[in-house]
């Protein structure tokens, strides 16, 4: 009999978002008259179809593999240079990014990508990460054997937790003491946050002076609506030096089914061998890629070049104002039943404080049962969560009108 990996059997809990479709599941089960009442506010998963563009580049692509002449087999894992240069040209170059074609790698989503950089990392870095947090940050290090177990609020041994709360504006503090791989996630996913650039100055000076890896995900950077703030984090001077950045197209172009996105490693960015030696990671990744995926569709490639076409961006942004105008339909409602409520400006996501007391979980049931609404219980993204819990513009205007008015009218009793 196998042996298998005892980290697995750490994890506290379910990951968070099956978990809330195994609650929503038993409580149709025993209310199946509500099932077809409920409206999901609770993942970060979009309704709105793909940018036209994007429709038409992926047609004439599937036409492509019809025929011997323009017939595509496996790709170049890294991704196909035509994708990698319109991403340099639009997402870096235009912003004043030193960043070149050849420091981009496609992928299948930013997910996988936070997860799988573990694969080029060794297993005793001191890893801190912000405290509400996406859970795959945390998860994956479990996995990966980088922590101790859970204690009674599910943090971690072996973790850096750094609290982001009300008292600091939603802005972590520097660690006290050197760590060797900093999470960062801006937006900000779940509280809706973004990171000045005088912010990110702190971190990419912290990183280069303590010898630190950042892993900055800035899936959600299309919907920074501020001209100040930074949309990577290679807008910052000496960022190239210490900081991986993972991109999407799924938020921004709605390609969370067709599944697209990217990584950027530097060359000269490096980590420490075991016998002392200075190693570039882009050479590592490269070599973890090409020996453990196989590249994105060609076609799916097609379509996310499409993205930066003059009709695709400007499809891509009418997405993201769409949603963003859902998140500001949701803070408003919720500002006018008297809530308290971060996020919704900068970001696809509301945070909002729990009403009366109640824990994140407990108003979760609360929505659930009073209003057939789900969202997402804040102490499922870290411990500094509880007490609170966010709500997903990513939805039809239908459904979140719908919404407010449900929850207005309840919150209102």
């Known amino acids: 009999m196998p042996t298998i990996n005892d980290n697995f059997l750490k994890l506290a809990a379910g990951y968070l978002f099956p978990e ?3 609650r929503v599941a038993e409580f149709t089960k025993g209310n199946p008259d509500a099932a077809a009442k409920i409206i999901k506010l609770g993942i970060g998963d979009v309704t709105e179809p793909l940018p036209e563009a994007c429709v038409v580049a992926m047609h004439k692509a599937v036409d492509d593999q019809s025929k011997r002449e323009s017939f595509h087999g496996y790709g170049p894992e890294q991704g196909y240079a035509w994708l ?3 991403i340099v040209e639009h997402d870096y170059l235009a912003r004043g990014c030193d960043i070149s074609a050849d420091e981009v790698f496609i992928s299948d989503g930013s997910k996988c990508d936070c997860a799988n950089i573990l694969d080029i990392l060794g297993s005793d870095n001191i890893i801190a990460v912000t405290d ?10 479990v996995m990966a054997g980088n922590t101790g177990g859970a204690d009674e609020v599910g943090d971690y041994g072996g973790l850096v937790y750094l609290p982001a709360t009300v008292e600091n504006n939603f802005t972590p503090e520097l660690p006290a003491s050197k760590v060797d791989v900093i999470y960062l996630g801006y937006p900000n996913n779940p509280a809706g946050s973004v990171a000045t650039k005088e912010t990110l100055k702190k971190w990419v000076d912290y990183a280069k002076e303590h010898g630190s890896l950042i892993l900055f995900d800035a899936a959600y950077e299309a919907f920074v609506t501020e001209a100040d703030i930074p949309r990577s984090i290679y807008e910052i001077q000496g960022a190239r030096e210490v900081a991986i950045e993972f991109r999407s197209f799924s938020k921004n172009a709605g390609f969370t089914g067709t ?7 530097p060359k000269g960015l490096t980590g420490r061998a075991s016998d002392g030696s200075d190693v570039e990671l882009h050479g590592l990744w490269q070599r973890r890629q090409s020996t453990k ?12 070049e499409a993205v930066y076409s003059e009709s695709g961006r400007q499809q891509a942004a009418g997405l993201v104002s769409f949603y963003l105008e859902n998140a500001r339909i949701i803070r408003e409602a919720l500002e006018r039943a008297g809530m308290t409520v971060f996020g919704g400006v900068n970001a696809p996501y509301v945070w909002i404080k729990t009403p009366a007391g109640q ?5 979760f049931d609360t929505l659930l049962n009073d209003t057939h609404i789900v969202g997402t219980p804040g102490s499922g993204f870290g411990a500094a969560g509880e007490g609170y819990f966010r709500l997903s513009a990513f939805n039809s205007r239908e459904n979140v009108q719908e919404a407010m008015q449900r929850i207005g009218a309840v919150l209102a009793v």
Do not use: K, L, M
């Open 84 to 86: 990698r240069e319109a």
């Open 259 to 265: 599944r697209c996105a990217f990584t950027v490693v």
């Open 20 to 22: 809330i479709e195994r």
């Open 293 to 304: 995926f196989n590249g994105v569709s060609y076609i799916i490639q097609r379509g996310a």
């Open 359 to 363: 824990t994140s979980w407990q108003f």
């Open 132 to 141: 509400p947090v996406y859970p795959v940050y945390v998860d994956t290090n």
